[in-house]
């Protein structure tokens, strides 16, 4: 019997489906296309491709680390993370799409064999110490966002409605938690918008005229 929370299985299964999708567009990825800029500055497609992966390495350890009872960093240090994505990003095109599905099934693999006991453990990612069960949630948008910010077709218009509608929850008591008391309402403008697009304001992806970022990220 599946003992997972019913909102981790849904992160899960949301995360599983967004992998499938991001694979299957970067499937015939050639060199080109991969030092093409990217829709974020200063990073290539294949630079994109290389911190999608090394995000996976990094909940791996977290995963493993927990099943031993230890708290274990993401990345080493914030400047190793920013090398070895500098270091990878020019790799072949073949060779960035082997390492993003290798990653990605080392990365699934682990949710389906963890324990409850691993479940209830946690890492320690930029923010501190982070629930295991919280990783699928925090990956299944590290997947849309940055499969949007390849700037291959796929855009936030195209995130999943599951996603938005998730995710949209989480990003605004994100933004009430920034924000002094009284004043945790996000603006008419925002709430005004449809949900894809609030959201990609609320991720930084988009502006909404009339409105500053909204500068959670």
């Given at each position: 019997m599946n003992s997972l929370a019913p909102?981790?299985?849904?992160?899960i299964n949301g995360c599983r489906a967004a992998h499938a999708r991001l694979l299957d567009d970067i499937a015939g990825l050639d060199d080109e296309r991969a030092r093409r800029p990217s829709m974020l500055p200063e990073w290539s497609v294949g630079h994109v491709l290389?911190?999608?992966?090394?995000?996976a390495d990094g909940l791996v350890g977290m995963i493993d680390g927990a099943a031993r009872g230890q708290l274990v960093p993401q990345y080493p240090s914030m400047e190793a993370r920013t090398e070895g994505i500098e270091a990878g990003a020019g790799r072949p095109a073949d060779v960035l799409v082997g390492d993003l599905r290798n990653s990605i099934g080392r990365l699934e693999q682990r949710w389906a064999d963890a324990t409850p006991a691993t479940w209830?453990?946690?890492?320690?990612t930029a923010s501190g110490p982070t629930a295991i069960a919280d990783l699928p949630g925090r990956r299944w948008r590290e997947v849309e966002v940055h499969h949007a910010d390849l700037g291959l077709g796929f855009s936030w218009s195209d995130w999943s409605g599951e996603?938005?509608?998730?995710?949209?929850?989480?990003?605004?008591?994100?933004?009430a938690s920034r924000r002094p008391m009284g004043?945790?309402?996000?603006?008419?403008?925002?709430?005004?918008?449809?949900p894809h697009e609030r959201l990609?304001?609320?991720?930084?992806?988009t502006a909404i005229a009339g409105l500053e970022p909204a500068g959670i990220y």
């Open positions: 909102d981790v299985q849904r992160d290389t911190h999608l992966a090394r995000n209830a453990g946690s890492g320690l996603f938005v509608r998730v995710d949209l929850v989480r990003m605004h008591m994100l933004w004043m945790t309402t996000l603006p008419d403008a925002a709430l005004a918008a449809p990609a304001w609320l991720l930084g992806r």
